[in-house]
């Protein structure tokens, strides 16, 4: 069972994602404004990108599969969860506040910032130690 725990979770987070973009096209033209349901899909899909970076410090390696000292590994998951969550809500907020016509540029750049210190990182620890 432990084994179909990652596989549920992706189809709960791919039907959350879908039905929830289903709910707000449905909803928009007459309870919503299109303005309004564009803002809140973001929304929906900057907290999966939080919800999945929480899980990132959480999952293990297998020792017999790492590159590096399993400290080292542990340090780059926490940090890459820590960048991935702070970039996920830096997205939402962008998909809130922003003005509607740079919205996806500014939170897609700033998710990009967090994805980029992710990545600099996990390689740095994987190179220092190799």
Known sequence: MKRAFPLVR???????VIGGAAVLKWAAPAYLSPECAQRLTG???????????NVIPKSL?????LRCSPQAEQ????????????GGLAYMLAMLLAPLASMHLIGGA????????ALLRCFGARSATA
Request: charged share 5%; no cysteine; proline share 0%.
């Open 61 to 65: 390696t297998q020792l017999a599969r």
């Open 75 to 86: 340090a780059a998951r926490r940090f890459a969860g820590w960048s991935l969550v702070l």
């Open 10 to 16: 992706s189809l709960l987070g791919a039907a959350i």
């Open 110 to 117: 700033l998710l990009a910032v967090a994805l980029a210190a």
């Open 43 to 53: 929304v929906l899909l900057g907290f999966i990108v939080v919800f999945y970076a």
